[in-house]
């Protein structure tokens, strides 16, 4: 009975970490910005969430409706004002994720002060399908198989528009080479604009189903970021699969290392797993060498 809710735990958490972990593998794969304030934009979405549902009894599966849009436009805004300077400017990729660490790092604390303006520094939550389900004698929440099916059909449908459609085939051309995919008349900024404000749109669903069950601060978007970045890595940068499986390993092996060894060593085991997969992989489990 142990290693089954072990095994169902860890099948949820992976869920909400690969969810996370999308919109930053678009926005880093195809656009080359390492966006530092990916976790901050999700803890936003979080509290744009539970302002819905606590003022007007919205829920926040409709709320998804009006955030994951709205921070679509936001993002893409956002490339346009911000990022597409440093994109002009940059001579190489490198450069770019130079500059663009450089850029986000202070927008994270931009939209931290927005947050904690608004919300102050306490800590919020509400329960929203919070009924436990028993699932193989097992007890698991409802919200939390939910956030794991979003991941998977999100995970796939992105898989299936990157690969069987036009303008996922030009994404995924960014991504391997910008340069080559200028000489097929590709527009790579449009391309990248798009790329950029889809992983925004992706990072504001996810912090709206994490909502349901998480209790939310204003400064702990580092967090998110930090469990995003590590995903990534794992997957193999810009491939979506990748990611999904990555955060469904990475969610495994915690919640088993808590059951069976120690809390207290989840964080050292994550580390651990993530340093064993770059040694063995240094491109990610799904990247491609030479990259």
Known sequence: MALIDALLNGLTLGGVYALIAMGLT??????????????????AAAFAAYALFTTFALSPLLGLLLIAPAAFAL????????????VRRARTSEALEVDSILATFGLLFV??????????GNYYNYDYLG????LLGSPIKANRLLALGFAVVIGVGLYL????????????????????????????????????????????????LVSMFFTINASMGV??????????????VGNLMGCLVAGLLLGLTESLVATFVSP??????????FLLVLIIRPTGMFGKAGA
């Open 111 to 120: 939209i931290e002060g927005i947050v904690l303006v608004i919300f102050g």
């Open 131 to 134: 009924q436990v389900i028993t």
């Open 264 to 273: 207290g060593l989840t964080l050292a085991v994550t580390f651990g797993l």
């Open 75 to 86: 993002n893409w805004l956002l490339y346009q004002l911000l990022l597409t300077p440093l």
């Open 223 to 236: 967090v998110f970021t930090m469990k995003a970045l590590i995903v990534v890595i794992m997957g193999g």
């Open 26 to 43: 678009l926005q880093y794969g195809v656009a080359r910005i390492m966006n530092l304030a990916y976790g901050q934009m999700l803890i």
């Open 161 to 208: 528009v990157l690969h069987h459609t036009r303008r996922g085939t030009a994404l995924r051309a960014v991504a391997v080479s910008p340069t080559s995919a200028q000489l097929v008349a590709i527009d790579v900024r449009k391309a990248a604009a798009f790329a950029f404000a889809l992983g925004g749109g992706l990072v504001a669903a996810s912090g709206t």
